[in-house]
């Protein structure tokens, strides 16, 4: 016994009247076209339900970030930073190498292994403090440790390699963002997706363009180019282990040998342009000119005075874009990129380069696009299948139940605009499934009255009077109706918690015409069938 | 107003279920074997969610021939490449395998299909997906049923008995068998929406066999010595009106969707239509009739009785009356109830041979007792 009389408190009334027209009202809005909608002044336009991606047409991309290259980087760049800080403090290494992830540093002379030691272990940096709970490493991204055969091992921790994953996905989501929204107009979504993943979803763009403007790293470096030994000796011997050979994208098939070592990074660019080549009298080729920061500047200027006559690589995304000879120093930090580019090309690169490099290259692993016909044609078939599901169900309520059934079918309604009303206030995106949920629940929802309905002829059959019957019949199919929608509930939410994409949108919606066909069933329909006994007084039941 | 029905539902029903039950058993056993034989086999027709690969959806300018299209793409050298039409014949389905050499190598397999198809052919929807979101969507995707089965299985346990939930949980189990077993049969793509039509189904399958185990546990307090597959018989017979109006509305919504829904969620549709039958039917002629193999505990009396009292006996009249308290135990309007029950004789007579010895458990409870006990066990069914 739930304490359900058929009896309504005025109270009691006035709410379920309230909440059934409220729900109707916040369902309205998705009833109107979209052009009367933005029509409406703003305080009139209640929240409409997003339309998912294969609905409205759009992209949606899951890109994985190269946590093993992200590691080899940083490993590079301790390296360097090795190298740099034991030649400041004047001691003499017999090689900083990298080896089986740490770096590893042998020194020339033993009695100098605390000094090392001491400077070496400034490298590493504190980690925020939410990070690095539970972990043993003291609270840093670095383990610096001397071997027993007297050597330093500088190795990222477990925490610091979080960290570090976890930092360049909040960078390269800010870099991507950037990059797709530039005007913050389109409603992407651009997140992070579990632990080393970004989920990027943009309505109304092909993928195509989505990848174009997600575009490549472009992670800028100059380099020193190598010009003690050729590329043919490379290719044959082996490249110099502080070498690297990068192709050269000015001549395709080529390559040419650099220096490991990064003297400037395009982290310093603070402003690019699309334009063309300076020193040809802007009749020559397609440019993008940079700006540098001050730190990046200053740099500039150090490593083009200390390399005069030297060549130097600027390099993109692993490839040589040019080699020039450094003719002068060049201060200021202003410089420029050439190459035989499209008008497209020095735009995006601009743009790539200003909105600055991802710290680390994506790989796409999940791909789900669709165009804006098959998007416009779902909406279509959806809101046919809709009406029709509506109108059979409807009739076949009313046929088999009469009066009641139409009860059924009010009740049905207000379920219905419950769960849009739900779905537009609590901005769960609808999608096609999504649909099909809602198709569904008025199939499934009806089933409480029918359970209700049901037990009346049962107990009418049992010889009871009208009143009795109907007291009864809603009494004793409540627990039922509870069990039946709990059960069904739970297999709605472990669907929600397990689907992904547009799956989760079907389970939202069959949740919600769950939860509000259990509330339609025990207040909306009771209401409407004790009005009637009590305006009408029947002497015969018809259901 | 006057709305009357148009039709109504046979109301007495007296077939017998339990009489099929070794059939059924043996017939779905059979076809469970035959579904693991099938899955262990030829296994399931992966979709790209679950094998990883891409999908693309085109739209020729002129009808296009399905064979001919799929020759050409065949000789593209993409590994196992499937075309099938969608809906009509100016829409197809590309799917191809993942392509060694990572995205870019899918990349350039696209851009190959996409110069093989008809010229003026539009990319209507495109899937790709790499080969170790599938595994985490295959692993999340069992996780599902089985959280879903484990959650059902502890939430009837908790609502009736243990035997109540091994009967649900071997009904839903057989569900999911049968359903994967004709997927697995004509080959049909299985896609993450078919994993949610499949829960969809476990949901509502498990809806229906609450229904008709609500009404079981009713009539057990009701007909204490009524053998139980008479019981049975009853209580599946009595919620069969209610269950051919459910299956009609849902199959009616289904059927919308499957006619005028388009061909995406197609493939989720036929998985429904299929599963709500085969759901029905689980529940009245295994769920049900499964409770005469593991037994199911006659007495349920002294069902956690409010002050302590424990399995106290409670002969049938009292019972019959605890059954139906809300006319405050009316004897007129009970025995007019029990009238139309098909063992009325017998209980009538039990009830007036037990009268005499009520005294005991029946005068001494509380009139709480009637009216809603805890745990909702004993409340009374609908």
Redesign the interface.
């Known amino acids: 016994?739930f304490g359900f009389t058929l009896h309504f408190s005025r109270w009691g009334a006035a709410v379920v009247l309230f909440l059934s027209i409220a729900s109707v009202v916040f369902a309205l809005p998705n009833a109107i076209p979209l052009s009367t909608y933005e029509s409406l002044p703003s305080w009139l336009q209640l929240p409409r339900m997003p339309l998912g991606l294969?609905l409205r047409g759009g992209t949606h991309l899951?890109y994985?970030i190269d946590t093993v290259q992200l590691k080899k980087d940083w490993l590079q760049t301790l390296q360097t930073d090795a190298r740099r800080a034991l030649s400041e403090e004047k001691i003499g290494h017999g090689g900083v190498v990298i080896a089986g992830g740490q770096v590893r540093v042998n020194l020339k002379d033993p009695s100098k292994l605390g000094d090392a030691l001491a400077r070496l272990k400034k490298l590493a940096q504190p980690l925020s403090p939410s990070l690095i709970s539970g972990q043993s490493s003291g609270g840093l991204d670095l383990a610096v440790a001397p071997t027993e055969s007297g050597a330093i091992t500088i190795e990222p921790t477990q925490a610091g390699i979080l960290h570090r994953v976890e930092s360049a996905i909040s960078r390269s989501i800010e870099v991507i963002r950037r990059r797709v929204d530039p005007e913050g107009t389109t409603e992407a979504t651009i997140q992070a997706e579990g632990q080393d993943r970004i989920l990027i979803q943009v309505p109304g763009l092909a993928?195509a363009e989505v990848k174009a403007r997600v575009g490549t790293t472009a992670k800028l470096t100059f380099q020193l180019v190598d010009q003690t030994e050729s590329v043919e000796t490379a290719q044959a011997n082996g490249v110099p282990p502080d070498d690297l050979l990068l192709p050269d994208a000015e001549h395709p098939g080529s390559f040419i040998l650099v220096h490991k070592e990064v003297l400037v990074a395009g982290d310093d660019i603070v402003d690019a342009r699309a334009g063309y080549d300076s020193t040809s009298g802007g009749l020559g080729q397609r440019a993008v000119s940079f700006e540098l920061n001050g730190r990046g500047a200053v740099a500039f200027a150090r490593v083009t005075r200390e390399n005069i006559g030297k060549r130097f690589a600027i390099v993109l995304d692993n490839k040589v874009m040019s080699a020039p000879v450094i003719r002068s120093e060049i201060p200021g930090g202003h410089g420029q990129i050439t190459g035989s580019f499209s008008l497209d090309e020095v735009n995006r690169l601009s743009l790539l380069l200003r909105s600055g490099a991802l710290p680390a290259s994506l790989?796409?692993?999940?791909?789900?696009?669709?165009?804006p016909?098959?998007g416009a044609?779902?909406i279509e078939?959806?809101k046919?299948?809709?009406i029709?599901?509506f109108l059979?169900?409807s009739g076949?309520?009313?046929?088999?139940?009469?009066?009641f059934?139409?009860f059924s079918v009010i009740a049905l309604v207000i379920n219905i605009a419950i769960v849009v009303a739900c779905l537009s206030l609590f901005h769960a995106t609808l999608t096609?499934?999504g649909?099909?949920g809602i198709?569904?629940t008025?199939?499934?929802a009806?089933?409480a009255n029918?359970?209700?309905y049901?037990?009346i002829?049962?107990?009418l059959?049992?010889?009871?009077g009208i009143v009795?019957s109907i007291?009864?019949?809603f009494?004793?199919?409540?627990?039922?109706?509870i069990?039946?929608?709990?059960?069904?509930?739970?297999?709605?939410l472990?669907?929600y918690?397990?689907?992904?994409?547009t799956?989760r949108g079907?389970?939202v919606t069959?949740s919600f015409g769950i939860v509000s066909s259990l509330f339609t069933a025990i207040t909306v329909t009771r209401l409407m069938v004790s009005t009637w006994l009590r305006e009408t007084r029947p002497t015969v039941l018809?259901? | 107003?006057?709305?009357?029905?148009?039709?109504?539902?046979s109301?007495k029903t007296n077939y017998h279920f339990v009489k099929y039950f070794k059939l059924c058993l043996g017939l779905s056993i059979a076809a469970i074997l035959g579904t693991i034989v099938l899955l262990s086999t030829s296994g399931l027709n992966f979709g790209i969610d679950f094998k990883g690969g891409t999908l693309i959806?085109i739209?020729t300018p002129v009808a296009t021939d399905a064979g001919h299209l799929r020759t050409t793409l065949s000789h593209l050298g993409l590994g196992e490449i499937q075309l099938q039409a969608f809906g009509t014949d100016t829409e197809f389905l590309i799917r191809f395998p993942e392509q060694p050499g990572?995205?870019d190598a899918q990349k350039v397999a696209a851009e190959k299909v996409l110069a093989a198809v008809p010229a003026g052919s539009?990319?209507?929807?495109?899937?790709?997906?790499?080969s170790?979101?599938s595994k985490e969507?295959i692993t999340?995707?069992i996780?599902?049923l089985v959280?879903?089965n484990l959650?059902?299985f502890i939430?009837?346990w908790f609502?009736f008995e243990w035997q109540f939930a091994i009967g649900a949980i071997v009904s839903l189990i057989h569900d999911v068998m049968f359903t994967l077993g004709v997927f697995a049969f004509f080959r049909l793509d299985f896609d993450?929406?078919i994993?949610?039509a499949l829960?969809?189904i476990?949901?509502?399958s498990?809806?229906?066999t609450?229904?008709i185990y609500?009404?079981i546990r009713e009539n057990l307090r009701r007909y204490k010595r009524l053998p139980l597959g008479d019981l049975l018989d009853l209580s599946v017979n009595?919620?069969m009106?209610?269950t051919i109006?459910?299956v009609?509305?849902?199959?009616?919504?289904?059927?919308?969707?499957y006619?005028?829904?388009?061909e995406?969620?197609r493939g989720?549709?036929f998985a429904?239509l299929f599963g709500v039958l085969v759901g029905t039917y689980s529940s009245v002629y295994i769920a049900a009739p499964f409770l005469i193999i593991i037994g199911v505990k006659r007495d349920w009396s002294g069902e956690k009785a409010g002050s302590g009292q424990k399995n106290v006996a409670v002969p049938a009249g009292a019972k019959a009356k605890e059954a139906l308290p809300?006319?405050d135990g009316d004897a007129d309007?009970d025995e007019?109830?029990e009238?139309?029950k098909p063992t009325s004789q017998a209980e009538a007579s039990k009830a007036a041979l037990a009268a005499v010895s009520a005294r005991k458990g029946g005068a001494q409870r509380p009139p709480a007792r009637a009216?809603?006990q805890p745990r909702?066990r004993s409340?009374?069914?609908?």
């Open positions: 016994m294969d899951l994985s993928p790989s796409i692993i999940e791909e789900r696009s669709v165009g016909t098959l044609d779902s078939k959806g046919t299948a809709t029709v599901g059979a169900v076949l309520m009313i046929a088999g139940y009469g009066l059934g139409l096609l499934p649909i099909a198709v569904l008025m199939g499934v009806v089933d029918v359970l209700i049901e037990r002829r049962e107990e059959r049992g010889g009871r009795g007291e009864a019949g009494d004793r199919a409540y627990a039922t109706i069990d039946s929608h709990l059960t069904g509930l739970l297999a709605a472990i669907l918690a397990f689907g992904s994409g799956i079907f389970a069959l018809e259901i | 107003m006057k709305l009357k029905p148009l039709f109504r539902l109301q959806q739209q990572g995205p539009k990319e209507l929807r495109r899937e790709q997906v790499g170790t979101v969507l999340a995707a996780w599902a959280f879903t959650g059902i939430y009837v609502r993450l929406t994993v949610a829960l969809t476990l949901g509502y498990i809806n229906d609450v229904v609500d009404r009595e919620t009106s209610r109006m459910t009609g509305t849902v199959f009616m919504a289904l059927l919308a969707l006619f005028f829904g388009g995406v969620i989720f549709t429904m809300f006319q309007e007019a109830d009238a139309t009216k809603g909702g409340k009374k069914r609908g």
